[in-house]
């Protein structure tokens, strides 16, 4: 890892990068190199929403950062990869609790107020129901 410094900041380089303050994020976009922005990447990678990437978030919206189209891009790509994982559990979610109710897929449909097609979106992760559908799908399976 190249040398880089902290100035007026209570943290170091080696400590945690999500013990990082703005500052250190964004002197490490500025001055760092390749390793600084690995270790970026993989704490946004590790938590897309949270502080590191939020902080990246930040710093990169304001130029002269010429690494900051790609921390964008690492950004939107780790979002993009998590929230596909979270459809994903929800179709899982919807699967199962089909099964648990016991009814076919049209009569849960028809039981928590949807049609077959509809449903289906739910089922294939396309179309994530809302809170509240899914809370009646929950009682609906309850039922059976």
């Known amino acids: ?75 939107a790509t780790a979002r993009d990869r998590v929230e596909r994982s979270e459809r994903a559990d929800v179709a899982a979610e919807i699967a199962r609790l089909v099964a648990d109710s016991g009814l076919t897929g049209a009569q849960f449909a028809h039981g928590i107020g949807t049609s077959g097609p509809r449903l289906s979106t739910y089922l294939a992760g396309t179309v994530t129901p809302s809170a509240a559908l899914l809370v009646r799908m929950r009682r609906l399976a309850a039922r059976g």
Request: net charge negative; glycine share 8%; hydrophobic share 50%.
């Open 1 to 75: 890892m190249m040398a880089l410094a902290f100035r007026n900041v209570g943290v170091s380089v080696s400590d945690p990068i999500e013990t990082w303050p703005s500052e250190a994020v964004h002197t490490a976009l500025e001055r760092g190199g390749i390793a600084h922005w690995r270790r970026l990447s993989a704490a946004i990678d590790a938590d897309p929403w949270g502080p590191v990437a939020r902080r990246v978030e930040e710093a990169v919206a304001d130029p002269p950062y010429g690494v900051g189209s790609l921390m964008a891009e690492i950004i």
